[in-house]
Nanobody, 121 residues
Framework: QVQLVESGGGLVQPGGSLRLSCASS????????MGWYRQAPGKQRELVSL???????NYADSVKGRFTCSRDNAANTVYLQMNSLKPEDPAVYYC???????????????WGQGTQVTVSS
């Protein structure tokens, strides 16, 4: 059974920092591209950051220079360090695990339950 469990969300003041974690189980974590997405009320879910199995990262323009995505394959965990949080950053942040598949393995696309990030003074 695949599980992605996010943690680290909470309330922070503008300009503050949070570190989100997503612990996985039930997948071969090291071969998955891991992503962080967020969804604010009334808005579509949007990509925040991706980190490939090789460690390459991509970021949404809105978070470049402020957020850093990293992974620890030994711990089966992906992180999102969020600095300089802004009033437009609040949302539920979701972890995603994606594997496109191969001749030897089935593809996979899994989601965590989300963690709330609130930015308020």
């Amino acid at each position: 059974q695949v599980q992605l469990v996010e943690s680290g969300g909470g309330l922070v003041q503008p300009g503050g920092s949070l570190r989100l974690s997503c612990a996985s189980s039930g997948i071969t974590f090291s071969i998955y591209t891991m992503g962080w997405y967020r969804q604010a009320p009334g808005k579509q879910r949007e990509l925040v950051s991706l980190i490939t199995d090789g460690g390459s990262t991509n970021y949404a323009d809105s978070v470049k220079g402020r957020f850093t995505c990293s992974r620890d394959n030994a711990a089966n965990t992906v992180y999102l360090q969020m600095n300089s949080l802004k009033p437009e950053d609040p949302a539920v942040y979701y972890c995603n695990a994606y594997y496109r598949g191969s001749l030897l393995r089935q593809p996979g696309n899994y989601w965590g339950q989300g963690t709330q990030v609130t930015v308020s003074s």
